[in-house]
């Protein structure tokens, strides 16, 4: 008699296959320490470069960007510090990875224009909430319009405040363990407080994303008055080692950090 094969959730799934990346990272980075010209090439030969023909096909044929997001992406292009935002095939990765996990509520620490909140949002249930940290009133209103255009401003929370003092309201309300999905993508020098707090405000199997973990070797082998790039790198360390979590790192722009909550 064939035997029933077993069933595993989502949530099992995603912590399966992250862990396994997660391993093979591990190794990468234990033989890094033993073979320091292969640590220093590895991120660039893990993809193609942005401007190859390669490259460009591959995001033709797979990226499905939302009208409203392609124009608030090209409008955030034209500010001055545009180009820090995450990438067009990050913002797809998490939106899909909410889906995947039938997201309802989301954190976005980092507003700027609401990009990377508008794609959340667009992944989320008519119900669903993204609740988005900025300090800076300007950028969010450039892509407040374009919010609108998608039906999703309703969905978009916006806390105008230091981040910090959001994710501490939110841990003093209760909202401990109800959040889906965080999105990390603000100032260096907190980014192992707002770590430890998204933790706690992710339920078990969320999914926590941190942007700017993997920048092309500085921080890797940051120079020693380079404090904001040892901070990151304090904090992938601090990541790979934590029981709490189950880890990928993936070479998407400047470097994503995903961390599947056990």
Known sequence: MTQPVPRI???AALALGSAALGAAFASGLFLGRWFPPWRSRREKSLLPPEDSPLWQYLLSRSMREHPALRSLRLLTLEQPQGDSMMTREQAQLL???ARLIKARKALDLGTFTGYSALALALALPPAGCVVTCEVDAGPPELGRPLWRQAEEEHKIDLRLKPALETLDELLAAGEAGTFD???VDADKENYTAYYERCLQLLR???VLAVLGVLCQGEVLQPKPQDKAAQR????NERILRD???HISLLPLGDGLTLAFKI
Do not use: H
């Open 9 to 11: 959730s989502v949530p």
């Open 95 to 97: 939106a899909n990875l």
């Open 181 to 183: 999905v965080a999105v």
């Open 204 to 206: 078990p199997g969320g």
């Open 232 to 235: 990151v790198r304090n904090l």
């Open 243 to 245: 029981a709490r979590v």
